[in-house]
């Protein structure tokens, strides 16, 4: 096993893999750019090195620093986490280059799967259902117009060298497919210098469902059973979960295996997933597969009792898997949010600021949180908005969607819009909680889970005023009363009595909240809904 590895990433799952990494008694490097100096990760490692500024082209993206940072403090392996150089051939070759080892597939593997029309080939080769669709060079505007109409409207028009949505295009009849592809093409050509596109049939309420694949150096390759990633915005996915809901055995075996002889097709080493989009009689046909450890696999994780990291660092050094396929199980039902700082009123809009006041769900045997921001840390515009990820596991999908909605209701961030609302009512909603489950579910029900903002309450402007007034006594100067409204600039009103107001944007709505300090330490507030003595220990 190594007894040093280096994270060649950020936020929480640098986080997660450094968790791992000390269990195991192995020693952690963090890289860091200037944005994340005082980031969580940054905390958490035995060391850090600086790798450039903000900007991921400059700092997170560039192998050579990763590369000499691992060199200089003796890792012997790298991490990449997800994102990234994650799914980086060229890097994961410069790793084996350096003599340094790459906690991932092999090169050639990485290769063969980033091309969406290249893996097709492949897994047709490999038996591997795949969509009826056209995944050839020739790229003409005729020849794919001939190809959507063989294949039936609607269509999908989709980049063949990326993801996240970019590229993507559904059409419904041959009179918009000209301006469709041309649009497809120019966002492929910008987001991933590639315009190459294929063409799918498009199916009109299909199910995200992956399978996640292991596989070691000995011949080993299993498959950990499914996860239901349905329920998206904008091809971005918003709650995972595992088990997949209304899957059968039999299904669940064929998925498997089919995932299983597409992780063989490439020869294949450690962490995987094979994605595969599901009508809703059943049938299965191969999406893509994903060479890197997913952002979802703690769902897998809680319903099956592994730590995939551990197995990925196993596996990397040149172990065997710890479990056999007949050895697997799964254990009731897990489903993760991912908590953004933004804002689904506003077309889900990245929202940045400091976390003036955070307070997630506690941990507990049901309960798991993945974060890797703390109170005070600022959301920048340079990286993924991502606050934390919650898991719930509970002995059934009922009790554990009662579960995660009832945490999303007591999430506490001041500083940033989050997502949290919405993520309450998807878990509530009855349609989702009764099995309706399809990628269009969002837009389906988006009178009912858009209900539009609502007012922040008392507790919300108590707390975030509470801890504006904390802030300003650490700026006090150290010889004076850091009570003072003399001793500080802070932009501070400063009442007739001497007491201070702070002053709170709610939406459209500006709410000034006032502060009275009392003997003994406590703090009168006059709150929208009248007022409440508080203290601050």
């Not at 489950?437 to 975030?464: K, Y």
Request: charged share 25%; proline share 6%; with cysteine.
């Amino acid at each position: 096993m190594f007894s040093k590895i280096l994270i060649a990433n950020r936020g929480e799952i640098a986080c997660r893999v450094i968790k791992t990494a000390r269990r195991l008694g192995i020693k952690t490097v963090a890289v860091y750019s200037d944005a994340d100096r005082n980031a969580r990760h940054v905390a958490m490692a035995d060391q850090a090195v600086h790798i450039g500024p903000p900007a991921a082209r400059e700092s997170y993206l560039v192998a050579e620093k990763i590369i000499d940072a691992a060199r200089r403090t003796g890792a012997q392996a790298v991490h990449p986490g997800y994102g990234f150089l994650s799914e980086n051939a060229g890097f994961a070759e410069a790793c084996e280059t350096a003599g340094i080892v790459f906690i991932g597939p092999p090169p050639a593997s990485i290769r063969a799967m980033g091309s969406k029309s290249e893996a097709k080939k492949i897994m047709e080769k490999a038996r591997v259902p795949l969509v009826p669709g056209y995944h050839g060079d020739d790229q003409s505007p005729e020849l794919l117009a001939k190809e959507a109409a063989r294949i039936g409207f609607p269509v999908l028009i989709k980049a063949s060298a990326g993801g996240g949505g970019k590229g993507m295009r559904v059409v419904e009849s041959a009179d918009r497919f000209a301006d469709a592809l041309a649009g497809a093409k120019r966002e492929a050509k910008a987001a991933f210098a590639d315009d190459h596109v294929l063409v799918e049939k498009y199916l009109t309420r299909p199910r995200h469902i992956e399978i996640q694949v292991f596989a070691d150096g000995h011949g080993g390759c299993l498959y950990l059973f499914e996860r239901d990633c349905s329920i998206q915005r904008r091809h971005q996915k918003v709650i995972e979960e595992a088990p997949a809901p209304n899957m059968d055995p039999a299904r669940r075996k064929a998925m498997g295996e089919a995932a299983v002889a597409a992780a063989r097709a490439i020869g294949y080493r450690g962490a995987g997933t094979v994605e595969f989009i599901a009508d809703q009689d059943g049938t299965f046909f191969f999406m893509e597969m994903n060479t890197r450890l997913q952002v979802e696999h703690p769902v897998t994780e809680m319903t099956t009792g592994q730590d995939l990291v551990e197995w990925q660092l196993v596996v990397a050094a040149g172990g065997r898997m710890p479990l056999a396929q007949d050895q697997l199980r799964i254990d009731g039902h897990a489903v993760e949010v991912r908590l953004y700082a933004e804002d689904p009123a506003r077309n889900f809009l990245p929202s940045t600021g400091t976390l003036v006041h955070l307070r997630l769900p506690q941990e507990d045997a049901h309960v798991r949180v993945d974060t890797g921001v703390r109170q005070g840390d600022t959301v920048t515009p340079f990286y993924d908005p991502m606050i934390a990820k919650v898991i719930v596991h509970d002995r059934d999908r009922t009790s554990a969607m009662r579960r995660m909605a009832a945490l999303m209701g007591g999430n506490e961030v001041v500083g940033v819009t989050t997502n949290a609302a919405l993520l309450k009512a998807l878990c509530a909603h009855p349609a989702f909680v009764g099995g309706e489950v399809d990628t269009g579910f969002i837009e389906r029900h988006r009178d009912s889970l858009f209900p539009g903002p609502q007012p922040a309450g008392d507790r919300t402007f108590a707390v975030a005023t509470l801890a504006r007034l904390v802030e300003w006594q650490d700026l006090a100067p150290p010889d004076s009363d850091p009570w003072s409204p003399w001793s500080r600039e802070n932009g501070v009103r400063l009442l007739d009595e001497g007491h201070d107001e702070v002053r709170w944007k709610d939406g459209e709505r500006e709410v000034a909240v006032i502060a009275r300090r009392k003997r003994g330490g406590a703090i009168q507030l006059e709150l929208p809904g009248g007022a409440q003595e508080a203290s601050v220990r």
